[in-house]
């Protein structure tokens, strides 16, 4: 695709290949035609990287890393400088979570060319800031184990610096069937399993069930009333993840609406909320960033049948994939079609300082691998997680 010229300092000549930060909204907003040009990720789209700094007082500056070809941009790197905390844990315990100055490289962050050069380049840059100590660490949040960027990142830095505790787990996909009877050959038991929990609503409560979609700016306070209520007694609250009513979130779910991406579905039984699902349609993909249901209507199996549902909407709205986002789970290896290997990289200053947090982490990190294959081996991982995911929803209701 011809890509629009845009200048860039003092660049070399017009052959040179060569990477400039972009630390401010002005130099950013410069390369706006050339970013929006390039496909990529919901999570490194312009306008909601920009939003991040409107609602995240941690946030202290950007940090777009950008590989030119003499004066034209050919790839991007999007990252923010903040202060944070690295958290050091096995399993679901905090051991210790040092302050820390971090160079957070979003998620989907590259967009442009991902040649193994300009990879490279990038994650030059990348060393680069860390040597003048504007970071202790520079965390990749999430990088497929296929790409050119995992690749560069995972072997560019050196034995002090470099992650030596690389973890990857699935990412699931659904590359969404253009038919509702293509989806049912693909699953045969989601027509089934949404009959039998439908009915089983309609028996237990004395209603059917009956969902609300919710896209604009002025159905937020429903939406995120009607959320929290479910939400607050899930085991993801407990454990401090999944949806919470905050300002950061209410901020991306407002820009979200105004770009006309927001998605939410709130499905109810009497008029009372029992499970929701909150994601962006964006390029064409829909984005899933909250699920949940409320225990007391486990027994039918609310957040599955919602999926169901809103999957077999899909197809006829001819949406292209549902992206089940990072981390993974059940429905998502049952509902989805496609996976792929990503995991996140951290790169460590090379320092005193920087050679601790990297100890600490592989520490850690490797006593959380070695206890849970022994867990496994024996057979009570996964009776241990379910206890434990049982208490912390016990510790949200109260």
């Excluded at 442009?112 to 030059?124: A, F, H, I, T």
Aim: proline share 4%; net charge positive.
């Amino acid at each position: 695709m011809e890509q629009p010229a845009v200048q860039g300092g003092d660049s070399p000549a017009a052959s040179a290949r060569h990477v400039r930060v972009l630390r401010t909204q002005s130099e950013i907003e410069a390369i706006r035609p050339v970013w929006e040009a390039w496909p990529g990720h919901r999570d490194s789209d312009i306008d909601v990287y920009l939003s991040l700094f409107k609602c995240d007082p941690d946030l202290v500056a950007p940090h777009v890393a950008v590989v030119y070809e003499g004066d034209r941009p050919d790839a991007i790197l999007v990252g923010s400088l903040s202060k944070t905390r690295l958290p050091l844990r096995v399993g679901y315990l905090r051991v210790l979570e040092p302050a820390i100055r971090a160079l957070n490289l979003h998620y989907g962050g590259q967009r442009g060319s991902d040649s193994e050069e300009n990879s490279q380049l990038l994650v030059g840059s990348v060393l680069d800031t860390l040597r003048r100590n504007e970071a202790d660490v520079a965390v990749f949040q999430a990088v497929r184990e296929d790409s050119s960027l995992y690749r560069a990142a995972s072997q560019l830095p050196g034995i002090l610096s470099r992650d030596h505790c690389l973890v990857v787990k699935p990412h699931r996909n659904l590359r969404v069937p253009d038919s509702v009877s293509a989806f049912h050959k693909l699953r045969p038991r989601a027509r089934g399993d949404r009959n039998r929990y439908g009915n089983r609503l309609k028996a237990d409560f004395g209603s059917e069930a009956r969902i609300d979609t919710f896209t604009r700016v002025d159905q937020l306070d429903r939406l995120v009333q009607d959320v929290e209520q479910i939400a607050r007694s899930t085991y993801q609250r407990g454990l401090g993840v999944g949806f919470s009513d905050t300002p950061r979130v209410r901020q991306l779910l407002a820009d979200a609406a105004e770009k006309g991406w927001l998605r939410g579905y709130v499905m109810y039984v009497a008029d009372i909320p029992c499970a929701f699902l909150i994601g962006s349609l964006y390029q064409n993909r829909m984005y899933l960033d909250f699920v949940g249901y409320d225990s007391k209507y486990s027994r039918c199996s609310p957040g599955q049948l919602l999926l169901i549902r809103k999957i077999e909407d899909f197809c006829t709205e001819k949406i292209e994939e549902v992206n089940f986002g990072i981390g993974d789970a059940w429905y998502k290896e049952y509902f989805s079609n496609e996976t792929w290997q990503e995991g996140p990289v951290h790169i460590f200053r090379s320092s005193l300082r920087g050679s601790l947090l990297n100890a600490g982490r592989t520490i850690t990190t490797v006593t959380d691998k070695t206890f849970k294959h022994l867990l496994q081996k024996a057979g009570l991982l996964a009776n241990l997680k379910k206890a434990w995911r049982r208490h912390a929803a016990e510790g949200a209701a109260q």
